[in-house]
């Protein structure tokens, strides 16, 4: 069973900057696919930004702002986010797939809001 802890969120104005933390319980060397997801009042959780298989994609809405990166070590996945919009504002949640089982798992979320 994977467990994951995500941290960072928080209240900031707009063209401010976080850096969201998710660390795992197990190595992250076992998972096939890391990523951020977010869910904001629009009904479906939509992907930011995702490692799968040693690349990485970002949603259109977040490229050149947001980064996401791995400390293995540490086995904990970030997400550097610069130059946030109110539009960002959502749950962030991160997401891993086990490479063996091909199970996910999710965090439980962390809030992030940008004022205007």
């Known amino acids: 069973q994977v467990q994951l802890v995500e941290s960072g969120g928080g209240l900031v104005q707009a063209g401010g900057s976080l850096r969201l933390s998710c660390a795992a319980s197990g190595s992250i060397f076992s998972f096939n696919e890391m990523g951020w997801y977010r869910q904001s009042p629009r009904p479906q959780r939509e992907l930011v930004a995702v490692?799968?298989?040693?690349?990485?994609n970002y949603a259109d809405s977040v490229k050149g702002r947001f980064t996401i990166s791995r400390d293995n070590a540490e086995n904990t996945i970030y997400l550097q986010m610069n130059s946030l919009k109110p539009e960002d504002t959502a749950v962030y949640y991160c997401?891993?797939?086990?490479?063996?089982?091909?199970?996910?798992?999710w965090g439980q979320g962390t809030q992030v809001t940008i004022s205007s």
């Open positions: 490692i799968s298989r040693g690349t990485i």
């Open positions: 997401k891993v797939i086990e490479t063996v089982t091909l199970r996910a798992y």
